[in-house]
């Protein structure tokens, strides 16, 4: 087995092997762009290193001959004080992970060889500056020690000299600096050899060290892939004035603007651009200092773009006037940007449409949904720093990410002020609405991340001092603490003091014309789940071709029908609740004909009550004492049934389509107000087209008792009315037994559509309760006993197989039944291509998902 790869061995296809960033940098080779030699060790090997077990390298592996080819290349000698070689050890996963594992650079460097960099090149600044470097590293990376003292030496002898850059210390300073750093930590290597193979064992550990497990876990990335390790000649950024460093996109990552766009570092080295140390000049500057490399770079960006079909995101470092490529990738974007950038490419003849829609991260666009500032609202302007990734958020400022994660838990939004984050930070940012960072670039951690996740974010707010320990925010004269609000918008980079009125996005024309292409070739129909008028006119906006899911009991818990709805529950005997039958029926009547008034000439599902009828009573004394004054009752009447109802176990209990069975009168209640609604719709001149469904059934007989009364009730309504509606009944499979006998239900006289309830279906077919089992999801996933949390996302194997036979039989037994599903699945881009590869008719989901399914539906059909 091939351990060890050069450059010149491998291409762009073998990042499974190679990880991404070694697959380019043999790419950039082929296309003979001035890579610095470098051989890589496979995904393999790391995986062989687990298995092993030993705690040590493989014992097949052997990278000697590597290591000689990079010397014959560069003319220099690992551990040569004279002409050393030195090298960077940088990790690389098949996936972009960006700045979750491990890297070491610098390597190969002890005190003899510093004494022979000072002797041959005379530059001893440059030479204890990269000694300091390594020394801090490999401290960090390899041995696990502390940063904090570390970083306390320079921050103390530049307080002692009075300066606060880098780029002020001299050559006496970097020394002491090492010198420190040796006393802090006398057991680095002295050995190259040792080091290197120090630091490729830890970029190997890297791959399961929390961060990396987390961010493979929000971004479905296998455990079981590894990473590879580049180990390639160093290009030093940080000689002299000569040399420099940055990060180049070949188009703007936060808008989408086809124009390049970067960052430059001169003097410094790759990692104080990522790490957001300093705030990095734009490519414009290095244009203007160095026209030549400018140029050069320039070509390279539109020659790889070109390669690789898309946005390139681009690392180098200029060494003495010479330009190195160290690292080339399909580059991150915001939601914007990718909408902008696949309708741009498509425009350029670059892409077709089927290609630019598959490149649309589905799960991101939320984000034309979510607000942007309202350019008319009131605000007072507190800051400025630079627009990393687009969005306005609004939130109370928190100092630390776990925080932000405690705070969002308990349903508040956040926003997560650093002075720079760092990967330790990404779940308090998954938390937070917003990221505000005072350091860093627009390719800092912060904003890759940020962008990444599609999170609104400032960062480079140079102006804020943040202070996490006492937790207060100073923006100039303004002083903040920890929950005070601030609004931030990514877009323009600007802050402001409180909440700022915000408006949304949707009406995007790149947006659109992406929504168009999915339009054009979904076969799955999307519809909404809407509850209300206003919900429906919303979905209708975004693209709801119908409702599929009108949870009906909504209706009854508005503030003056709960009573109405009280007093049906505790009435006693048949005539008193039909009573209160006739009030609720009129208010439920009001409520659809507006909903099938706003989906008028579009189907609208809407579904018998579910919850069971003690969701609606007060529990408590003194409520119950309240109602029972309200309803002239004694209080021993309402307690005594308030105690009849109650249930250990409701989710599986007396609701659904087992209330009609106890309860006829409230199910006909129901369908006469369908069939009400729709009769006055139609004499207005309207097109009403509703639908009734029976939810949480278990076998075909409930339905033959049921499924009459509906009949009867609304032919009873239309006559009296004299109007003529067609209302197809249907049913919800969302218990297993209904799915096994599914044949029998589409079989049921009158059944004329089947929609999956997939929360419920999840539930029963997993035994996970689906208000309980957040609890241990998390446990779950981070011990890999589930890749994601199966209500969020269609668990294809389990839910999906008993899914795909309930449609099979169905569909054996009754062609023409139509197929839908209704659970929250029906919004979420992966579990859509089930259902469409599954040939349902549509998707259901709540109105905001909408243009996230109809993207999903066009992909999945592209
Ligand atoms: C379901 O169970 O998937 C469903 C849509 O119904 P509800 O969420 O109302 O139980
Ligand atoms: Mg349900």
């Known amino acids: 087995r091939k351990r060890v790869y050069l450059l010149s061995e491998g291409n762009k296809d073998m990042k499974m092997l190679l990880g991404g960033k070694g697959a380019n940098l043999c790419e950039m080779t082929k296309l003979n762009l001035p890579v610095p030699p470098a051989f890589i060790i496979t995904t393999e090997t790391c995986l062989e290193y687990f298995e092993e077990g030993t705690g040590d390298l493989p014992a097949a592996l052997d990278y000697e001959f590597a290591l000689k080819a990079i010397e014959e290349d560069t003319g220099k000698k690992f551990g040569d004080p004279l002409n050393p070689l030195l090298v960077s050890v940088r990790s690389g996963a098949p996936a972009s992970m960006p700045g979750m594992m491990d890297t070491v650079l610098n390597l190969g460097l002890n005190d003899e060889i510093v004494e022979g960099i000072i002797k041959t090149t005379g530059n001893e600044r440059f030479a204890y500056d990269t000694y300091r470097r390594f020394l801090n590293m490999y401290s960090d990376v390899v041995m696990d020690l502390d940063k904090e ?21 001299e050559a006496a300073d970097w020394k002491e600096v090492a010198e420190e ?14 080091q290197l193979r120090g630091a490729i064992l830890a970029v190997f550990r890297s ?13 479905n990335i296998p455990d079981e892939w590894g990473t590879a390790v580049n180990v390639q000649a160093m290009a030093y950024g940080n000689m002299n004035d000569g040399c420099g460093t940055g990060v180049a996109f070949s188009r703007n990552p936060s808008t989408g603007e086809n124009k390049f766009f970067g960052e430059f570092l001169p003097n410094a080295a790759g990692e104080d651009v990522v790490a957001g140390i300093r705030t990095p000049q734009p490519l414009e500057e290095m244009a203007a200092k160095w026209p030549g490399v400018y140029e050069e770079l320039y070509k390279y960006q539109e020659q790889l773009e070109k390669y690789y079909c898309d946005m390139q995101d681009i690392e180098f470092t200029v ?75 609004t939130g109370k400022i928190v100092f630390t990410p ?6 969002a838990n308990m349903g508040e939004e956040v926003i997560l002020v650093r002075k720079e984050t760092t990967p330790e930070d990404i779940h308090g940012m998954k938390s937070a ?35 996490a320990k006492s937790k207060v925010l100073k923006l100039g004269d303004v002083e903040l603490k920890e929950h005070d609000v601030i609004t931030i918008d990514g877009s323009t980079g600007e802050v402001y003091l409180g909440t700022v009125e915000r408006r949304s996005a949707a009406e995007d024309e790149d947006f659109q014309t992406v929504l168009g292409w999915a339009d054009q070739m979904r076969k799955l129909k999307v519809l909404t789940n809407a509850d209300t008028p206003d919900q429906a006119a919303q979905a209708r906006k975004l693209g709801a071709q119908g409702i599929g899911l009108c949870r009906s009991e909504h209706m009854f818990f508005e503030p003056e029908r709960i009573s109405s709805m ?12 039909l009573q209160h039958l006739e009030t609720l029926s009129l208010f439920q009547r009001e409520d659809i004909s507006g909903i099938l008034k706003e989906m008028d000439g579009l189907p609208v599902t809407v579904r018998l009550l579910d919850p069971p009828l003690h969701e609606f009573l007060p529990h408590s004394p003194d409520e119950m004492q309240s109602l029972a004054d309200t309803l002239g009752k004694p209080f021993s009447v309402v307690k005594d049934r308030v105690k009849q109802l109650q249930e250990v176990n409701p989710m599986l209990g007396f609701r659904g389509c087992r209330l009609s069975v106890v309860y006829p009168e409230i199910t006909e209640m129901q369908a006469r107000a369908v069939a009400r609604a729709a009769a006055a719709n139609k004499k207005a001149g309207l097109d009403p087209k509703p639908e009734i469904m029976v939810p949480v059934v278990s076998s075909a007989k409930e339905l033959r008792l049921i499924v009459p009364r509906i009949e009867a009730a609304v032919k009873e309504e239309l006559d009296k009315a004299g109007v003529d509606v067609k209302i197809p009944i249907g049913t919800m499979l969302e218990l297993p037994r209904a799915c096994e006998t599914a044949d029998q239900i589409v079989g049921t006289d009158g059944v004329e559509f089947i929609s999956f309830g997939t929360n419920d279906l999840t539930q029963t077919v997993w035994g996970f309760s689906r208000d309980d089992a957040i609890r241990f999801i998390g446990r779950y996933q981070e011990q890999g006993l589930l890749d994601f949390d199966p209500f969020a996302r269609i668990d294809e194997e389990g839910v999906g197989g008993l899914i795909n036979m309930a449609i099979e039989k169905a569909r054996t037994k009754q062609p023409e039944t139509k197929v839908g599903i209704c ?10 291509q089930f259902f469409h590869s599954s040939n349902f008719d549509y998707v259901s989901c709540s109105p905001f998902r909408v243009p996230i399914a109809r993207i999903s539906a066009g992909q999945a059909a592209a």
Request: glycine share 10%; with cysteine.
């Open 207 to 219: 791959w399961n060290n929390d961060r990396a497990i987390r961010y493979r876990s929000y971004n």
């Open 566 to 577: 009280r007093a049906m529950i505790v009435a006693e005997g048949k005539g008193e609740r």
């Open 402 to 407: 776990d925080d932000a994660e405690v705070m």
């Open 433 to 467: 609405e917003g990221v505000l960072t005072a350091l860093g670039g627009m390719t800092s951690h912060a904003a890759v991340v940020a962008r990444g996740m599609g999170k609104c974010c400032v960062s480079g707010c140079t102006a804020a001092e943040v202070d």
């Open 149 to 169: 003292p570390f970083e306390e030496v320079i921050t103390s002898i530049k307080k002692r000299k009075g300066i606060k850059l880098d780029l002020e210390m």
């Open 181 to 194: 750093f040796k006393k802090l930590n006398p057991n680095v290597p002295s050995d190259p050899r040792e």
């Open 823 to 832: 659970g929250e699945h029906g919004g979420e881009p992966n579990s859509v």
């Open 319 to 393: 060494e003495n006037g010479r330009l190195y490529m160290l690292q080339c990738r399909n580059g991150k974007r915001t939601a914007k940007a990718a909408v902008k950038i696949a309708v741009d490419m498509v425009k350029e003849g670059a892409l077709t449409e089927a290609e630019a829609l598959l490149r649309i991260p589905a799960n991101q666009m939320d984000f034309f949904l979510h607000p942007t500032l309202d350019p008319k609202a009131q605000k007072t302007r507190i800051g400025e720093g630079l627009p990393a990734s687009p969005g306005a958020a």
